[in-house]
């Protein structure tokens, strides 16, 4: 397994895309790190991005066939952790995705 920068990916061309920034969260909901042209069917794409829960980098990658995953499960996940730690119990992940979910209105 390799990885390569944002500005070496059209000559590497990868077949899975991690955006780990904060490019794209609101309230700059209109920016994607990842130029839509470099995306293309069979790549996976995650956001780490939750806010918003599709941001455009997702759209982008979905609309050129791409598998896109957003990072509420990663947010999710954290908190789950931080919980377990917390409270030596197990959290109620399905609460809180949908706690999460209600409070970004969807």
Do not use: K
Not at 30 to 44: F, K, N, T
Not at 55 to 79: C, K, M, P, Y
Request: net charge negative; hydrophobic share 40%; proline share 7%.
């Amino acid at each position: 397994m390799s990885w390569c920068s944002l500005n070496e990916m059209a000559r590497h061309r990868p077949d899975v895309v991690v955006n780990a920034t904060s490019v794209g969260m609101h309230p700059d909901v209109d920016q994607s790190p990842v130029p839509a042209e470099m995306l293309r069917p069979c790549m996976a794409v995650f956001d780490s991005v939750y806010n918003p829960l599709e941001t455009r980098l997702l759209r982008d990658a979905r609309e050129a066939g791409a598998h896109a995953t957003s990072g509420i499960n990663w947010f999710v996940g954290q908190a789950a952790a931080q919980f377990r730690l917390w409270t030596g119990r197990d959290a109620p992940r399905d609460v809180m995705e949908e706690t999460v979910r209600d409070e970004l209105g969807h």
